[in-house]
């Protein structure tokens, strides 16, 4: 009776333990990337992103009541991405460039957004299968008399955090990967613009590996090179330029001929 129980109410015990840990993360600096953070502070930043409504909303209004002004929608996305609303502001900024499509220089804040959420949902990724991993380990716990503990054992109260965990990696991982294949087609759409700019080619590489298009990525390291080979990154990226040509060869001769 117990598991049935608690796979009802599971969504509730996910909420609880969330909540748990954002104010422990409060109260212990954790995740905020600078020791000793107070609650106070989180609040100051909460209340100093709060006074930049009322230019949002202004900007909001311009952008909307004219899609066709660029620069009203470069100033829209300006403000999202000033109150840390990254995923509109793309949204925003993938319509002005739409009206100017030969601005570099949003071309590469674009691109740098699309890759600042890949991270993110990889990041995400990383703690859902560290979550699986920790829940599957209670399965390794000793003998006990108590009933809660004999249903962790049974792996029952395990197996459902650990299917919610992986499926929460699955999810992101997707969602990084799809990030990161929209930063590379910036990326190449800038080195278009400026097929002399090594650090593009670069940047493109970095994007469709972690992307997994290996083919692009390996093409991008190599006009890199061409562009720059003294370049202090350089040995690093021939290092990894071998190790996916290597992969690439590798898997070519496990496909059928013919």
């Known amino acids: ?22 104010l422990g993360f409060v109260a212990f600096g954790v995740g905020t990337g600078v020791s000793g953070t107070s609650l106070g502070d989180v609040l100051n930043d909460f209340f100093s992103r709060s006074n930049t409504g009322a230019d949002l909303d202004s900007a909001r209004k311009k952008a ?24 509109e502001s793309i949204v925003i900024l993938e319509r002005y ?8 220089n949003a071309l590469r804040q674009l691109a740098a957004l699309w890759g ?16 699986a991993q920790q829940a599957s380990a209670t399965a390794s716990l000793g003998s006990t008399d108590s009933p809660f503990l004999q249903e962790v054992q049974g792996n029952k109260i395990a197996e459902v955090i650990t299917e919610d965990a992986n499926a929460r990696a699955t999810s992101a991982n997707l969602r990084a ?4 294949r929209r930063s590379a087609k910036v990326y190449q759409e800038l080195t278009l613009l400026q097929p002399n700019d090594a650090s593009l ?5 970095v994007a469709s590996q972690s992307a ?3 083919a692009s990525a390996i093409a991008a390291y190599r006009q890199f090179l061409a562009l720059a080979p003294d370049d202090a990154s350089a040995p690093l990226v021939k290092q990894e330029l071998k190790l996916l040509e290597a992969q690439q060869k590798a898997g070519s001769q496990l496909l059928p001929s013919g």
């Open 64 to 87: 909307e009541s004219n899609r066709q002004n660029a620069a009203a929608q470069l100033e829209y996305a300006n403000a999202l991405q000033t109150a840390g609303r990254t995923s």
């Open 177 to 180: 990967q799809d990030a990161y």
């Open 1 to 22: 009776m117990f598991f049935p129980k608690l796979r009802r109410k599971a969504k509730w015990v996910f909420l609880l333990l969330a909540i748990a840990f954002a």
């Open 116 to 131: 600042s959420q890949g991270v993110k949902a990889r990041n995400e990724a990383q703690t859902a299968l560290a979550a």
């Open 212 to 214: 997994a298009d290996y």
């Open 201 to 205: 080619f670069l940047q493109l590489g």
């Open 97 to 104: 460039t739409t009206l100017k499509p030969r601005d570099a």
